[in-house]
């Protein structure tokens, strides 16, 4: 097999009998997968072991255990980035003898699409905006964590589905740097390649016929600042109020809940003798949804969905006190509405078609399905009628995003050697 050093967050018995002696671009193994992905500038190769797929990428030695390094740090500081693994490095060619590259082993992101797929699959609606909405948060967030990208691009990014928006993560990180803050300076060249690398990008799928005649590629690339700068700004600016206003504060703080970030501290600072207060929020994690959901029901999700299904079950407990007249416990309420609500809903879904969505988008889809049965009908069709609406009508036609598609890349799929 050729010698090799492998590091694992992890055991990975079923890992050690690959080709390390071999070039990736070689590889022939019967495990390897094919997924939809992104363009790279490396050779990458999908591994499915241990029931998960592994995604594999070769660089030097010197940049595979960098980038892992930098993925460690930012999902340690709540950024949303693909899984690192592990990496393989000291690799030899066991038929020439000469040095190989690195490899970079990351988990690959159940249920994800790259950007292309968004374009080409399911109609996400208003697809433009999300898009840029997604981006724009998944750049707050590393900035937020002093991170600086420096190779942003629709390429470099893998989207989840989120209770009708999208979630962006951080795929590639090879060119990034990491500080204790970023610069004005440093964040705005940041927006200005990932600005030029989108238009690039947009202009790809205009000429290749995927993209609707509406939306025009500088706009759309140009759109990402705005959205940038306005989130940006209600997560870090001062502000200054007179001091019997002092309910803009708990206001703000509420605010920055609903975007989904907790605040850990507020300075306060007197101005004019008194008069007016100047307050700051220092902004930690995002996720404060999916923290509150979790420590209610156990429930891992993403933070638009974890929005949603505590929505859900703030008007289950709300309908349960009106019909008992008692107000239940939170958490009470939270593990019947779990049981009866959540789980018996998809319960009703069959078997074998539930596994094309993750369990808390599908019922999010559900829910709205629902709805939309009912406004049509004038009165509420009830959840059996709108789960086999919906699996007849959407879920029987929906690709399996979640496993490896077979049959050999296509151009969608295919990867770029150096």
Known sequence: MGDYTMTTLGAATELLDLPFDRPLADWTDPRIVEVPRGISRHVVRFIRARGEIFAFKEATDRYVIREHALLRDLAERSVPVVDAFGTVVDRRDSLTGDSLGGLLITKHLPFSLPYRSLFTGRDVPNLRARLLDSLAELFVRIHLAGFYWGDCSLSNTLFRRDAGSLAAYLVDAETGELHEAL????????????????????????AAGYLDESIDPIETAEALTP????????????????????YRIDNRVRRLNSLGFDVAEIAITSEEGGRRLRFGTHVVEPGHHQRRLFALTGLRVQENQARRLLADLDRFRAKWAEGTGWDPPEDLAARRWLDEKFYGTLALVPAALRAKLPDAELFHEISEHRWFLSETQGHDVGRAAAVNSYVDSVLRFLPDTKVEISGPPTEEFAFVDD
């Open 183 to 206: 610069s004005d300076g440093q964040r705005r060249y940041d927006l200005t390649i990932a600005t030029e690398n989108i238009a690039g990008e947009m202009f790809d799928l205009q």
């Open 227 to 246: 959205a940038y700068d306005g989130l940006w700004a209600e997560l870090t600016r001062d502000e200054v109020i007179a001091r019997d206003e002092s």
